[in-house]
């Protein structure tokens, strides 16, 4: 896979490598699978809710274990509780979809009011906190919260779990027997 720019123009690295550049291909493939599952009908909308349902669940879970600590400090505290309360928010909406008939009119209408709140939060991010990291953190630290963020990413849940969102410890302490579970139900049903 050849090199991208990460938007600053002197740093040139390996998307795998680089946490913020993880994260924005995951908000790339988060902004599609929203798309793909209201354009979708029958079973290949349920198919493309779960994979978003999965990929949200996995993705907030390792945002909150490795990037808001890092975020805390370099763009403070409230910044990273803000985030971390839209994603505690975002993780009771995605429980309550999920509850859902995803061909309803109830799912759809909750779908896109859902949509908007997702995008709004990944704009904060990528406003707010992604060029305070960039600039903070040198490559080398970005590299490493990468690979964090891999390892934390293949222990995370793949369903949400509204009682452990938007905060780190319990994400830590919760996350990966929530992921066991989560694992053997997403094995069973499939």
Do not use: Y
């Not at 993705?59 to 839209?86: C, F, S, Y």
């Not at 992604?130 to 590299?143: Q, V």
């Not at 964090?148 to 410890?169: F, I, K, Q």
């Amino acid at each position: 896979m050849g090199s991208m720019t990460t938007g600053s123009p002197q740093h040139t690295v390996e998307p795998e490598d680089d946490i913020l550049e993880q994260l924005l291909q995951q908000h790339d493939r988060i902004r599609q699978l929203f798309a793909e599952t209201v354009e979708s009908r029958g079973e290949a909308r349920q198919q493309c809710f779960d994979e978003l349902r999965g990929l949200l669940a996995v993705h907030e879970t390792a945002e909150e274990m490795i990037l808001r600590p890092v975020a805390k400090r370099v763009a403070g505290k409230q910044e990273a509780e803000a985030r971390n309360e839209e994603e505690s928010a975002a993780n009771e909406e995605l429980a309550a979809l999920e509850d859902l008939d995803v061909h309803s009119a109830e799912f759809e209408a909750r779908l896109e009011e859902f949509r908007r709140a997702v995008e709004h939060h990944a704009e904060h991010e990528e406003r707010e906190e992604f060029p305070r990291i960039r600039t903070e953190c040198d490559i080398e630290e970005r590299r490493s919260m990468g690979r964090r963020l891999r390892a934390a990413e293949r222990m995370a849940p793949t369903h949400p779990h509204p009682r452990a969102a938007g905060s780190p410890v319990a994400q830590w302490t919760v996350g990966p027997f929530a992921a066991l579970l989560d694992r053997a139900k997403d094995a069973l049903r499939h």
